[in-house]
């Protein structure tokens, strides 16, 4: 049988896509209708003009990128940035920019900070027109509180806002001078100044101080550190705490008899020595002034004098010439010149602290509750039961000025700033009045600030160096115990912080850092004032 030419290759026309099917002794391959290959064809062109468009569309983001940021991929040559720039650049790109040549005679901004860095002094590049328009109020904020530069300030403006936020930073994290503009250690190099007779690296002072600041009120900044007298703790009630003048030594005394002095660190408060009484159970101690001696007093018709250089006790009395059966409550003169004794029947009994001779007396109308000294030790305030406040010339025995205590029937404690420019009473009902002295002896009986805090008899009260904090206490509930803003005249709301047991008495280290409270348990508690910087 004969089969055309054109049947054949018709019926035979090979397809690529379709495996050959062997059978016989003929290859026979499957017809394929010739609209099935039209689309496979068509899918093959679609393939090749998108991958064509998408190496199109990476050229033209490269370029794009090329004009905007630089070349990203083929970094130009040294020599030939403005050839680069010039062919990268689009035609349609060029009426969009405009070279301002008004500022040819004047320094570019770069050359100008420069010249500004060597003088010393720099300019902002950039003024926010929004802060001046803008009011922050750092008052009703706890957190902005830390910003008033006074109590009564409320509302500033952004600018203010802004600087006052810089220098709070600049206060709580120091800048250093390698990292300064201008300083000569930016290039790494140390500089040394051979013509500088400076010693500084040879003594141990402290390098970093802070800057005296106005504390305000609200909140304290504290922290609880570990017990002045952890390695031995008391077995009675604390009577006294007090701070050597050099801000390390501290000693504790109590009922139970023994003096114990602690060298305190905040970190381990190592003992350094105690002394115990046998016949003398302790009811106040305390240092002399220029931190020589230590004077221990009790129920006692005498007391005792502890030297601290040469290591011994001595027991001074009774006074000659008084029947005195308790010289319990005593204070020291900042000159470590006289020991005021409180004696009966309103007599105030004048003691040398060097030869520990009587060498005089006072007599009130009242009877005799607190004493302080004032103006160095020259002046001597004293208050008891008949509400009064007297003054007296410790030079002359003479009382210089009597005042009523406002409000008071009975005054059971008494206490002067560091520069005798404030005093403060506190009474058998819990209230503490504070009166600035020049108004006092000037005729003015009213307090500059009452304080209504407590509400049982106020006992111990204690000025900071600076006379911005007050702290007073009652031995007579627990937890009684609160610091005071002088300033404001109101206490600190976070203080007391955890459970302080009945507090007998306290003390602030000669600059603040620390606050000790002694309490009826034994204990010492320790505190770290982190507005002080040193002890």
Request: hydrophobic share 30%; glycine share 8%.
């Amino acid at each position: 049988m004969l089969i055309s030419q054109n049947a054949l290759t018709k019926t035979t026309a090979p397809n690529p896509d379709v495996p050959p099917v062997h059978g016989g002794d003929e290859e026979i391959k499957p017809k394929t209708p010739v609209n099935e290959l039209k689309p496979k064809r068509n899918k093959k062109r679609s393939r090749d003009e998108e991958k064509s468009k998408k190496s199109e569309n990476e050229k033209e983001m490269k370029r794009l990128e090329g004009v905007l940021f630089g070349s990203l991929y083929a970094p130009p040559e040294f020599g030939s940035e403005s050839a680069a720039a010039t062919e990268t650049q689009p035609a349609d790109l060029e009426d969009l920019f405009i070279e301002d040549r008004s500022t040819d005679n004047q320094v570019s901004v770069y050359e100008e900070d420069q010249q500004l860095v060597s003088k010393g002094t720099r300019k902002p590049v950039w003024f926010d027109e929004e802060e001046e328009r803008t009011q922050v109020d750092i008052r009703n904020v706890t957190r902005l509180r830390k910003l008033r530069k006074d109590v009564d300030e409320q509302v500033i403006s952004g600018s203010e806002y802004v600087e006052r936020l810089r220098a709070q930073h600049m206060k709580l994290n120091p800048g250093t001078d390698w990292a300064r503009a201008g300083s000569d250690q930016e290039s790494g190099l140390s500089v040394v100044d051979e013509e500088d007779d400076s010693d500084f690296l040879r003594s141990n002072d402290e390098l970093v101080v802070k800057d005296t600041v106005k504390l305000l009120p609200g909140l304290l900044e504290f922290s609880r550190l570990d017990n002045a007298n952890k390695e031995e703790r008391s077995n009675s009630v604390i009577n006294s705490v007090q701070f050597h003048q050099n801000g390390q030594l501290l000693l504790t005394a109590g009922l139970d008899r023994r003096l114990r002095l602690f060298q305190v660190d905040g970190k381990r408060n190592p003992k350094v020595n105690s002394i115990f009484l046998e016949d003398c159970p302790i009811y106040k101690a305390s240092f002399l002034p220029d931190g020589s001696e230590v004077i221990l007093s009790g129920r006692r018709k005498f007391f005792y004098s502890y030297d601290l250089v040469k290591n011994n006790v001595n027991r001074v009395g009774p006074l000659t010439g008084r029947d005195e059966k308790s010289l319990e409550s005593f204070e020291v003169s900042p000159d470590s010149k006289t020991i005021a004794f409180v004696g009966n029947e309103g007599y105030i009994l004048l003691v040398s602290a060097k030869t520990k001779q009587l060498i005089g007396t006072l007599k009130m109308n009242g009877t005799v509750r607190s004493m302080a000294f004032a103006e160095n030790g020259t002046q001597l305030l004293s208050s008891g039961g008949d509400g009064q406040v007297y003054h007296w010339d410790i030079g002359t025995r003479k009382c210089i000025h009597v005042g009523t205590d406002e409000g008071s029937l009975l005054a059971t404690s008494l206490c002067v700033s560091p520069d005798s420019s404030l005093f403060c009473t506190g009474s058998s009902s819990g209230i503490v009045n504070l009166y600035k002295r020049d108004e006092f002896l000037g005729g003015k009986r009213k307090p500059v600030k009452i304080v209504k805090n407590l509400t049982t008899e106020v006992n111990e009260m204690r000025f900071n160096h600076d006379a911005q904090i007050l702290a007073i206490c009652s031995r007579m509930k627990s937890k009684a115990v609160r610091l005071v803003h002088v300033s404001s005249g109101s206490v600190f709301s976070n203080w007391p912080s955890g459970n302080s047991g009945l507090v007998r008495c306290l003390d602030f280290s000669p600059n603040s850092g620390f606050l000790t409270v002694g309490n009826a348990e034994g204990q010492v508690l320790l505190y770290k004032l982190h507005h002080y910087q040193k002890a």
